[in-house]
């Protein structure tokens, strides 16, 4: 077995994503039931995609052309971006030539500048307003291990289909049969300043729709911030659960405020909607990390 993955392939995301589901997957994994077409159209940076085992056919979407750009990357030329991004240190003085001068002049150059970035910004956040320099050698991943997550991220990709449409096309076409992972941005909260793709009012009205549509061929399980609307949008769900779990987040320095954290708890609290029975016989929740 390679160091860092479980004999079911359960590894971590290659990214650091602001609103990820890494905290949450032990709850979220013991729902999954049993399927052989995974899809997530809303993949972001994929914690429950990464944390589950591969089924026969696995979807990956998302309308962040950037991300899906890396993805893609590390899926097909894992080598070509570590070679891009060998020699260079988590450096504030790098964050700001790669955000702000670096001029991408290839797919490579965009997908090695994205991962960069990523890696060394706080939170993971790339919405270029809020993107500051947030890298530490106690609490990051040091440049040293990012070939290793790379390669390691590549096995997990081989044959998952990426896909960079709106959710809408992906959840229609999904097969029939399919489970869906649908973690969407909060719908009370401004989550536009993390993500680079705004998601309005009707973007959430298009997703009930198009789960509505779909719910007598598809099984979703579906994560959101726990607000009365949303409880009223989806009455028509088999289940609805309020659920929260405990966090920690290890220091980490906002360049922003610079407010310096040590080991913060939090708490997470969302609701998980299904169209199915949560009891059903758990999928995958043994395997869990
Ligand atoms: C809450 S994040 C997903 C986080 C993910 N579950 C994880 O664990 O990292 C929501 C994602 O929806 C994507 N998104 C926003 N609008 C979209 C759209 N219309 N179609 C597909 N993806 C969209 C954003 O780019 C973002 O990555």
Redesign the pocket.
């Known amino acids: 077995m390679k160091k860092g993955n479980n004999s079911n392939g359960s590894i971590n ?1 290659p990214f650091r ?1 602001a ?4 905290y949450a997957r032990k709850l979220i994994l013991e729902h999954i039931p049993h399927h052989s077409c995974y899809c ?9 995609f990464f944390a589950k085992e591969k089924v026969k056919r696995n979807i990956l ?4 052309e950037e ?1 899906m750009n890396v993805y893609r990357f590390i899926r097909d030329e894992p080598e070509n971006l570590i070679r891009f991004l060998e020699g260079k240190p988590a450096k504030k003085e790098l964050h700001h030539y790669y955000k702000n001068i670096f001029k991408p002049e290839s797919e490579l150059d965009r997908a090695g500048r994205w991962y960069f970035l990523n890696r060394i910004s706080f939170s993971g956040i790339m919405n270029n307003q809020n993107c500051y320099f947030g890298y530490g050698d106690k609490f990051s991943m040091r440049p040293e291990n990012w070939p290793r997550n790379i390669l390691r991220t590549s096995e997990k990709l081989h044959n998952v289909e990426l896909y960079c ?3 809408e096309s992906i959840i229609d076409n999904a097969p029939d049969g399919s489970f869906l992972f649908v ?3 909060y719908f009370n909260a401004d ?1 536009d300043k993390f ?5 309005n009012y009707e ?1 959430h009205l298009r997703l009930r729709d198009v789960l509505r549509r779909n719910s007598n061929r598809l099984l979703f399980l579906l994560t959101y911030d726990n607000s009365n609307e949303l409880w009223s949008l989806y009455d028509w769900a088999a289940e609805i659960h309020e659920r929260e779990w405990n966090y920690c987040i290890n220091r980490t320095d906002d360049q922003k405020t610079k407010v310096k954290r040590k080991g913060e708890r939090y708490k997470g609290r969302e609701i998980f909607i299904f169209n199915y029975k949560s009891n059903t016989q758990p999928y995958l929740w043994q395997s869990a990390k």
């Open positions: 995301s994503y609103g990820g589901k890494f997530e159209p809303l993949v972001g940076g994929g914690s429950i979407n998302d309308l962040d991300l449409e709106d959710f973690d969407p941005p989550q993500y680079t793709c705004t998601f973007d």
